[in-house]
């Protein structure tokens, strides 16, 4: 019922903040589209601490600027390759295990090392990451488990 209650001032917040109007008619409509959804979900089962993490929120936020920072150095090296095509690459596909244990947990790392240029995450299965690395510096990145641990953290695991 916790994560019902923060979820739906979660939505109801979103909306009023995104629609822009704030007219008795548009409240309402907005408190029960809200309330709907809020509904929808728990009747569907989906309604949990993966579709609510609040108690991740302020974990998120400390790896946001560490994230952000590690996009920036890698933008800078791939720009570097494609300014100056002298500079080598060596692109190859490798595998990475997992440690995340929720499905949350596991996408959050898979879409990190996505939004990191010059690696992407190809495919999943199981607790294995397939990854194509731009070059073997991109790719030693991603092996030294530095995100894997600060995704951990963010998850809430040891």
Same mark, same amino acid.
């Given at each position: 019922?916790?994560?019902?209650?923060?979820?739906? =001032?979660?939505? $109801?917040?979103?909306?009023?903040?995104?629609? #822009?109007?704030?007219?008795?008619? +548009? &409240?309402? !409509?907005?408190?029960?589209?809200?309330?709907?959804?809020?509904?929808?979900?728990?009747? =569907?089962?989906? $309604?949990?601490?993966?579709?609510?993490?609040? #108690?991740?929120?302020?974990?998120? +936020? &400390?790896? !946001?600027?560490?994230?952000?920072?590690?996009?920036?150095?890698?933008?800078?090296?791939?720009?570097?390759?494609?300014?100056?095509?002298?500079?080598?690459?060596?692109?190859?596909?490798?595998?990475?295990?997992?440690?995340?244990?929720?499905?949350?947990?596991?996408?959050?790392?898979?879409?990190?090392?996505?939004?990191?240029?010059?690696?992407?995450?190809?495919?999943?299965?199981?607790?294995?990451?397939?990854?194509?690395?731009?070059?073997?510096?991109?790719?030693?990145?991603?092996?030294?488990?530095?995100?894997?641990?600060?995704?951990?953290?963010?998850?809430?695991?040891?």
């Amino acid at each position: 019922m916790k994560h019902a209650g923060a979820l739906f =001032l979660v939505l $109801l917040s979103a909306w009023l903040l995104w629609s #822009g109007h704030y007219t008795p008619l +548009l &409240l309402i !409509l907005g408190f029960f589209s809200c309330l709907f959804v809020l509904l929808m979900m728990r009747r =569907l089962g989906v $309604l949990d601490n993966e579709s609510a993490p609040f #108690g991740q929120a302020a974990r998120a +936020l &400390l790896y !946001l600027p560490w994230l952000l920072l590690e996009i920036l150095k890698s933008n800078i090296d791939v720009a570097k390759r494609i300014l100056r095509p002298q500079m080598p690459i060596q692109p190859h596909l490798f595998r990475v295990r997992v440690q995340q244990k929720s499905d949350l947990g596991r996408v959050l790392y898979a879409n990190s090392i996505t939004l990191t240029p010059g690696t992407v995450t190809v495919g999943m299965d199981g607790d294995e990451l397939l990854i194509h690395a731009l070059t073997q510096e991109a790719a030693d990145g991603v092996r030294s488990g530095e995100m894997d641990r600060r995704v951990l953290k963010v998850e809430g695991s040891k």
